[in-house]
């Protein structure tokens, strides 16, 4: 989806005044400007050095908006005022939607998600068929929509299928907590958030007394996870402890959970033995160490039983030998999987990546530090 010619016609007027009074007060181009014609011969180098002037000092806005330079009718000194609310940062633009594309924050915790609105074409053919891309661009509130600013610069990476899996389950969590953001600021007196009105009306049809599977999948995990803390606690270590923890927590956050389904002291065998499994606990060299059998003994499940649990677990999410996101903290660093990004479809080593590739990939978590920096702080 993108913007009507009238409203396309009328962003890039209202664009091209604010950066025209920008440019003018700051001196950031050579070239002036007064009309969105004549703001589009100025090269993208300038547009951007113009367009991040404007939102590190947006007091900007509220004196183009006193001055009216452009003679500006009250709605259009209105929308101008709203983009104080603007958005500047990288993006993951995850997918595209009939109505708008998800963009995904990059360095925020939790995630967001945002509904983005496309200007003359829709972003699909700005941004371009492949997905995930990561951007980085401006979201502005414009007449009841997110939109951009009409600058997005992207990264050649190509992502894995690790990361791609990462996103989907970041982009989930995000639409159960907030939904898909399709406004900015108090643009129209609430934000918007798609699915959560619908998410509302179907929680008050359901009595109170009833647990929803999400309630009672988290209620398992957690008496799993009392199973999982006491073996690690006597057998193993805090590390194991951790992981077991967010392993038990992933599955319970599929839908349906698998955990509805099967003993506890069945699920908490797996879980330890999956954590095992992808670290070697069975290798003598590694403290601690353990045999896997008896990590079905000591919760009284059959051999059989417990390599079954864990191969469908390991199935389930995808879990695979050296998994970065279920190595111990302290196997990490020296895990040569930890290291590895897709670049342009090939996998390469991020401890030999640009700069730039490395700040991206430490942001989502995917490396543990910095190579660049680390060398630095060790010499």
């Known amino acids: 989806m993108n913007l009507s010619l009238d409203e396309g016609k009328l962003f890039y007027d209202l664009s091209a005044a604010i950066l025209s009074f920008v440019n003018r007060k700051l001196n950031v181009a050579p070239e002036q400007f007064s009309s969105s014609a004549e703001y589009m011969s100025v090269s993208p180098e300038e547009r951007l050095a113009i367009r991040d002037a404007l939102f590190d000092k947006r007091e900007l806005i509220d004196e183009f908006v006193a001055e009216n330079p ?185 839908r349906p959970s698998p955990l509805l389904r099967g003993k506890r002291e069945t699920w908490a065998c797996g879980i330890v033995r999956t954590i095992g499994w992808v670290n070697y606990l069975d290798n003598p060299a590694q403290k601690p160490h353990m045999k896997l059998p008896v990590i079905d003994r000591a919760f009284g499940v059959a051999e059989s039983t417990g390599q079954g649990k864990s191969k469908s677990i390991r199935t389930m999410l995808k879990i695979g030998s050296f998994d970065p996101r279920w190595t111990l903290p302290s196997k990490k660093e020296s895990n040569p999987r930890t290291w590895i990004v897709q670049v342009n479809g090939f996998a390469i080593d991020a401890r030999y990546a640009p700069r730039d590739i490395q700040e991206a990939a430490f942001k989502k978590g995917l490396i543990p530090y910095i190579p660049t920096n680390q060398t630095t702080e060790e010499t």
Not at 122 to 132: D, H, I, N, R
Not at 174 to 202: D, M, N
């Open 70 to 254: 452009a003679q500006l009718s009250a709605e259009q000194l209105r929308i101008v005022s709203t983009w104080k609310d603007a958005l500047l940062g990288k993006f993951y633009v995850f997918r595209y939607l009939k109505k708008h594309a998800v963009f995904l924050t990059s360095d925020n915790s939790p995630t967001k998600a945002y509904g983005v609105v496309g200007l003359a074409e829709p972003m699909e053919f700005v941004v371009g068929p492949s997905l995930p891309r990561l951007v980085t661009t401006v979201l502005l509130p414009f007449q009841g929509k997110i939109i951009y600013d009409g600058l997005v610069s992207g990264y050649n990476i190509t992502f894995g299928g690790g990361i791609k899996r990462m996103l989907n389950e970041e982009y989930n969590r995000a639409k159960e907590s907030s939904g898909v953001i399709t406004s900015l600021g108090t643009q129209s007196g609430t934000l918007k958030t798609s699915g959560l009105k619908k998410r509302s009306a179907k929680r008050k049809k359901t009595s109170a007394a009833a647990a929803s599977p999400a309630n009672e999948a988290k209620s398992v995990a957690a008496e799993i996870t009392e199973l999982t803390d006491g073996f690690c606690e006597k057998f193993l270590n805090e590390e194991y402890a951790k992981l077991c923890r967010e392993l038990a927590s992933a599955l319970a956050r599929k």
